[in-house]
Structure formats: C-alpha cells, structure tokens
C-alpha cells in the first residue's frame, strides 16, 4: 500500500487513476508521494520514505530539487500537459497588446447610461484602435512544449516566426512548423521582431535575461510577453523602456508590486494554465508518472534525476538504486550480487548531472541483506526493491 498526499487541490480526473493500492493522506509525514502545483516545499520536512514529488505543471522553483535529490527523491513536473493553455493566453495577450480591447470594454462599462450608446460609440472607437498581429515578427525564445505551439499558431495568424532555442529537443524540433525561422543569436530577436515572448525555464543563466541591454537592442515600440516566470525580466528596466517610449507593452501573468497598475503593463493574475484541460492534463500525467515509478522503478521527466524506463518487470525482481554520479560504482553492485549468488539479468544505468540511478532485474527476489550492501555503498543515497 502506498500512500500519497496533495499540498494543493488536484484534479479529481488524474486523482481517479490511483489504484486501490493507493491512500490518500493529509501528513506529508505519512506520504510515499507528494501532488504539488504552486505550494512551497523548501522549508518543509522531508519524511525519509517520501519517495518521489510529483509538480503538476513545469516549474519547479518551489521544490527543494538538490535536497530531494541528496534524500533519493525523485521530483516529477509535466511537460507539455498546459502547453495548450499557455500558448492560447500568449495570443490573447498578443491581442490586448495590439488593439486597446480593454480600453474599449471599459469605455462601453463606464458610459452604458449614453442615451444613445450605440452613436457615441462609432465617434469614440478611434480612440481604440490598434494594430493587426498578421504580418508582424513574433520573436520566440525557447523552444521547448510551450514556444513551439506559440511559434506553430502564429505561423497560422500570418505572423512571420522567429525561434531561437540553442538546446532544442529533437522532439521539439520534429513539432515545430518549417515555416519558423530558426536562429543561431538571440540578438536577432531583440534587432528584428515587433512582439517577443519568452519561454525558458528560470535559472542562473536566464534570470533577467530581459535587461537594460537587451533592451536597447530592440525595435521602438516592441510589444514584450512574459508567460514564464516574472524573474527572467528586469522589470525596473522594462518600466524605464515603457517610460521612454522604447517599449510599447509589457504582457505579463506575473503579478507583483514591480509591474501592478503601472501605465503600459497589461497584467493577468497567473491564468496561464487555469483551464480545466490543463489542470486535468496535468493531473493525469503526475499520478501515471509517480504510478510508473512506485510500481516499476522507471523514471519518465524527472528534474533532478536521469529518465529511465525498462517497462514493466516481467523478471523474478527488480532492485533500484539511487546514487552519486561518481566513478566505479556499477561494479561494486555486480560484485554484491555476485556474492548473494544473484544474477543481473537486464540492467539500464542513466546519470544526470551529480546524480544517477541504476535499474536491475534479477533472477530471485534480493535479500534483506543484500539491500543493506548496496545502501552502505559509498554513494548510494537510497535503495528500492521495486520486486
């Protein structure tokens, strides 16, 4: 019997596809696994048979990766499940950003007691009007889920497509439209385009990537669209560009005291996978992931540990172990099971950065003790005997 637990509310759609082997708990300390979206985790005590942290979404600045890692904690997040989502606010906001629509709205809102509405409004629609996004440059940086379907459907609006992305996935790369103009500078981008939007995930080398620099390098009255996350933006330099007219609008679903009210800003309150398809996309990948990897070790996007998958164990049993990326330590498991007289009948071993994860099948069920000489194995930070 496992046991899980959920810091936020998760829909009941993936929630329904743990099996009776599941329990639902509301102590961490209790849980085997963990369904998180935006609650905080670093502060929180991690129990030590806590094995894997599922993120229903793609970030996962919320989670304390390095100290799950060091405790053998797997941390799962679902790439791709809000892409759709996401893509549909960029447009919107691509939209807002050209013609004054909520301006307009708000015009309508204020004056509905016009005794003639519907005149008045013909006088003051000019005071609305904008631009068409068909025929503009979209700069895309990041091409990962999200980038790609916000490339692909503005390729569809008649928009010309810039992408840069340096580590591209070959799976991205297959999906993404041959219209797209693929480059090797972001430079470019900034030189180039009339809209940027930016999916990257945030990191050391991306954080306020969007800066006073990168700034002066783009066209007067570029249209910026930030759905990833606040921090990629210097937001003090982006207010100073709207300030001076080098900024048309700043599109962002990051609010905070920066950017909140500010002239030029159109600010939407973190909407961009608040669909009921992407929560329950989100859902289900989490729990058939944590399945997949409490029921038969395999690992399938993973943030601090290598993606591993042997399918189903069909052998006599199957032992996984979590480990230091360090040199030699492969053969001191054969020898350990060598010795039990066990023999390794198929065995994958992927590493990821400080860390790897080894999966074995056996040909009899592995012993207490032999459990207890793997785990003493320097390096080893936990062993689980999956048959």
């Avoid at 009941?12 to 102590?27: A, I, M, R």
């Avoid at 679902?78 to 015009?107: F, H, Q």
């Avoid at 993404?176 to 385009?193: A, G, T």
């Avoid at 007289?341 to 080894?358: C, L, P, Q, V, W």
Wanted: hydrophobic residues 40%; charged residues 25%.
């Amino acid at each position: 019997m496992f046991q899980y637990t959920c810091l936020n509310p998760i829909a009941d759609v993936g929630l329904n596809l743990f099996s009776k082997k599941y329990q639902k708990t509301d102590e961490i300390a209790e849980a085997n696994a963990v369904l998180v979206r935006s609650a905080s985790m670093h502060d929180m005590e991690l129990p030590e048979h806590l094995e894997a942290v599922a993120r229903a979404g793609a970030g996962v600045n919320n989670i304390p990766l390095d100290a799950c890692a060091e405790k053998g904690i797997v941390v799962f997040n679902t790439p791709g499940a809000n892409a759709n989502g996401v893509k549909e606010l960029v447009i919107a906001g691509m939209l807002l950003a050209s013609r004054d629509i909520v301006g307009g709205i708000e015009w309508v809102r204020e004056n509905k007691d016009l005794p003639d509405i519907g005149k008045a409004a013909e006088k003051q629609k000019k005071n609305f009007a904008g631009c068409e996004i068909s025929g503009k440059k979209l700069g895309v940086i990041g091409l990962g889920a999200i980038g790609v379907q916000v490339a692909n459907a503005a390729i569809h609006l008649g928009m010309d497509v810039l992408g840069y992305d340096p580590y591209i996935s070959v799976n991205a790369a297959w999906n993404l439209s041959r219209s797209v103009k693929h480059i090797s500078n972001v430079d470019d981008i900034y030189k180039e385009c009339d809209f940027i939007t930016v999916h990257v995930p945030l990191m050391d080398a991306t954080r306020g990537m969007i800066n006073e620099e990168a700034i002066s390098k783009m066209k007067d009255g570029v249209v910026i669209l930030n759905f990833a996350r606040d921090l990629l933006a210097d937001e003090a330099a982006v207010l100073a560009g709207i300030e001076s007219g080098k900024i048309k609008k700043y599109v962002t679903d990051f609010a905070n005291e920066t950017v909140a009210g500010k002239d030029g800003v159109i600010l939407t309150p973190h909407l961009g996978a608040s669909t009921e398809e992407s929560e329950d996309n989100c859902a289900m990948m989490a729990v058939r992931e944590i399945r997949d990897y409490l029921e038969n070790g395999n690992i399938v996007h993973s943030v601090n540990f290598p993606d591993c998958n042997m399918g189903g164990c069909e052998k006599a049993g199957r032992v996984a172990i979590l480990h230091k990326n360090v040199k030699g330590i492969i053969g001191k498991y054969s020898t350990i099971f060598g010795n039990a007289d066990i023999n390794i009948e198929d065995m994958t071993n992927k590493s990821k950065g400080d860390y790897a994860y080894t999966l074995l099948d056996i040909d009899t069920p592995v012993t207490d003790e032999v459990v207890s000489q793997l785990q003493a194995v320097t390096g080893v930070l936990k062993v689980r005997v999956i048959k």
